[in-house]
């Protein structure tokens, strides 16, 4: 059983000269369990990513993650937006699951992964700044450390374990890295897809690092903006001073 939620904005039809109700999709969502207490019902329910915790069974080996995200759309009904064509190591393609493989392909590419609003598509997005700005009277007194801001230079890229030979001397440390800086500055990732693709974890690392420099700014708006998705990038507009804050 599937849950369809949608909100409505009651606008005026100029033409028709009447009010209409236009709906919104917020989601499409998948029943987990449902439980009855007297007059109140509770449904727990999850999106499409919820159907995709089963296994991953690659129709070939696949060397690029455009193969790979349309064997996991094509088998599961879904639609694909986002996707670019970038060489990876197939040599573990097999026992994960489709949710798996696909937090894998984001990886690789330094995007995110979601299932769009109207439950249709599996979509690839990276941070956007539509230009939205929000001023004090539109959310609670935030948290914010003016003094430290979000500042990675080096990509620790984890492909497998550590391996050895029989007289137990390392033959492959497990992972690589790119850029350089402090371990504070380093940020981790574990990816078998990108075991020898030094090139494309510094593609990687040059996205993360077009984030750098944005400081702590917590709060929750007043009223909530339901045109928000994960990855957007909002202003708010604090004390005389603009902050720009990606979700």
Known sequence: DKITIQIGLNICNEVEEQWETIYTPLG???VD?????GMKKSIKAYDGMFKLQKGYFPTAQHTNTLA?????ATANGYKLKGMTTVSINNEQLEGKTCLEMLSLLASVIGSHVRISRDGSTIEFIEPKNYGEVYDEGNYITPTIDSMTSYNITKLRVNYSDQVTNDEGMVTDEGYYE???GAEAQTLAISNPLLKGHKSQAQAILHKIKQLNGYKRFDTTLKLADYRLDPMDIVTYEYKGESYIVPI
Request: zero cysteines.
């Open 68 to 72: 790979i995200a349309n064997d996991i």
């Open 28 to 30: 499409v969502f998948y």
């Open 33 to 37: 369990t449902i439980e009855e207490k």
């Open 178 to 180: 790119v850029g350089s």
